[in-house]
Each structure stands twice: as structure tokens, then as C-alpha cells.
């Protein structure tokens, strides 16, 4: 028992880094905000935004692989679980990025942005 209480605060310690990880690195580009990253546009927004949702994606699939133990389930059922939650988050993304750039372009005139 005690090998298994070893494995899983080893566990724990790996997940935190990386999770800490991956935050400090969305952290920073939030504060530095490259002009590079900023002022260009790819696919309807900015590289910046693209790597912040890259990373709040991979971070969301680690969590859901190391807390709901998709791990140890079969391959068809992790499959099942972690496509449609892609499919569904892609396509939210999609339609946050169409409709924000028609209200942009709406109220662009009328706003001070």
C-alpha cells in the first residue's frame, strides 16, 4: 500500500508542475502581450488568442485525463469523451470568433473602442 501512496503523490506533484506550468506561461504572454502575436490576425483573431486557447485546451484535457481517471478507461470510452468535448469546444469557437467579428465591424462606428 505504501508504493501505491507514493505513485499517487508523485502523481499529484506532476500534474500541479505542469498545470502551474502551462498558467505561467498564459500568465506572462497575458502580461507581455507580444506585438507580434497581438497586432497580426490568423483565422479571424490574433496568434496570441490562438495560443491562449491551445493552452486552455491542452490544460482542460490533462485535467479531465488526470482527475476523472480517463487513463484507466478503455480506449473507445476516453475516445467518446474527449472528441465530442473537442468538436463541441471547437465548434463554440468558431461561432465566438464569427459573431464577434460581425459585432465588431457592426459597432465599430457607433462604439469607441
Do not use: D, Q
Request: positive net charge.
Amino acid at each position: 500500500m505504501a508504493h501505491a501512496h507514493e505513485s499517487s503523490k508523485k502523481r499529484i506533484w506532476i500534474v500541479l508542475i505542469l498545470l502551474t506550468v502551462i498558467t505561467t506561461v498564459e500568465v506572462a504572454l497575458g502580461i507581455v502581450k507580444p506585438a507580434s502575436l497581438y497586432l497580426t490576425s490568423i483565422l479571424g483573431t490574433s496568434p496570441l488568442n490562438w495560443i491562449f486557447i491551445i493552452l486552455t485546451l491542452v490544460k482542460a484535457y490533462y485535467i479531465a485525463w488526470a482527475f476523472m481517471h480517463l487513463e484507466g478507461e478503455k480506449k473507445w470510452f476516453r475516445r467518446s469523451i474527449v472528441w465530442t468535448a473537442v468538436f463541441l469546444i471547437c465548434y463554440l469557437i468558431t461561432l465566438m470568433l464569427i459573431e464577434g467579428g460581425y459585432l465588431h465591424s457592426t459597432l465599430a462606428p457607433l462604439v469607441k473602442w
